[in-house]
């Protein structure tokens, strides 16, 4: 599928030359413009793109230098070069058919809980075994270098707190669980150690699993979600198969994250939108912007004046109105934007 990649990108082995120290990062290494690794040729769930070129890098890396009020929205596409799925992309889930849980399912629906944490449970350890990749160590090394303002995230996989940034979490994250009735919420992992005590032939079977053959029998047919869900055959789920409920009232528990079909919490929409008003640019990486929560802030920062970029592949919603828009993946782009403000440069051409 993916041609090699080194032979594309003329500047892998290019003559560095000293130029400014425009956007540095004190205390931070500046990684090696390094070829994409097999690893992520190998992931499927990234769609292909080229490379970026000298000019996307160049305007990319203006935007960033220029503001002094940066505001970043990161989504889906940062998370699959890291073997999480997304829902709209090519090779995204919505691609093969599959329809996520909604929040009205899940609350009016024993049955629809039960799937969904049965499916949940199966794929924790899978999904929580995915590292940040690097574009989020690009990321978090432009915060700490305080060139970002505030950065604001879709996803629900907690990437970029393990790269050292802490956004605010659009869409809540998999790694809370809350009650529906009390609001009453607990870390996840201690949810898995109760799913586990309450199921204990459940449990065996999952661990025995070989992950290695996503999709055949062996692993139920099991291919992972962007929520940390996953598909695995009814018969698996729907007999016998018992959820913890709330310490506090014995209530409903979900997973802190925000379905489809229910809101952001007001007080975490609101400061989004506060910080994309008040930014001087606004940039959105790796996300197609076609939830109205997302898109919302990118239109509301072009209305306010801000630059907008979008850094994504494929179509997003707001390709109409963005002042700049790369096609590319985020590890291959940002660690070179990053390598143009450092003490050396490639030579591009
Ligand atoms: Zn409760």
Redesign the pocket.
């Given at each position: 599928m993916f041609s090699p990649m080194c032979l594309r990108f003329p500047w892998l082995s290019p003559p560095f030359i000293s130029t400014s120290c425009r956007i540095s990062v004190p205390g931070v290494p500046v990684r090696e413009t390094q070829p994409p690794s097999n690893f992520l040729k190998d992931k499927k769930v990234v769609p292909q793109a080229d490379p970026p070129s000298a000019e996307d890098i160049n305007h990319l890396y203006q935007l960033i230098d220029q503001s002094t009020k940066l505001v970043v929205l990161t989504g889906a596409g940062i998370s699959t070069e890291c073997g999480i799925p997304d829902y709209r992309s090519p090779n995204g889930a919505y691609s093969s058919g599959f329809k996520p849980i909604t929040h009205q399912e899940f609350v009016r629906s024993i049955r629809a809980r039960r799937r969904y944490w049965a499916r949940s449970y199966a794929g924790w350890r899978q999904f929580t075994a995915a590292q940040p990749g690097a574009a989020h160590v690009a990321l978090a090394s432009l915060e700490q270098a305080g060139r970002i303002n505030f950065m604001i995230t879709q996803n629900v996989d907690r990437l970029h707190h393990r790269a050292g940034s802490n956004p605010l979490e659009l869409h809540g994250t998999v790694y809370s669980v809350i009650?529906?009735?009390?609001?009453?919420s607990f870390c996840r992992n201690l949810f898995q150690d109760e799913v586990k005590a309450l199921n204990p032939k459940w449990a065996a079977a999952i661990e025995s699993l070989d992950y290695g053959n996503a999709g055949s029998d062996k692993s139920f047919g099991m291919k992972q979600r962007p929520d940390g869900d996953i598909e695995i055959d009814e018969k698996f789920w729907e007999e016998d198969f018992h959820i913890p409920t709330?310490?506090?009232?014995?209530?409903v528990l979900k997973p802190d994250v925000v379905f489809f079909g229910d809101n952001v919490p007001k007080e975490r929409a609101d400061k989004a939108m506060e910080v994309a008003r008040e930014c001087d640019a606004f940039l959105v990486l790796g996300s197609s912007v076609m939830t109205m929560s997302a898109f919302r802030l990118v239109r509301a920062a072009h209305e306010a004046g801000a630059s907008t970029a979008i850094v994504n592949i494929g179509k997003t919603r707001a390709d109409e109105f963005v002042s700049l828009k790369v096609n590319a993946r985020l590890g291959e782009i940002l660690p070179r934007v990053l390598n143009t403000g450092s003490l050396s440069i490639p030579a591009l051409h």
């Open positions: 009650c529906l009735d009390c609001g009453f709330c310490h506090k009232c014995n209530g």
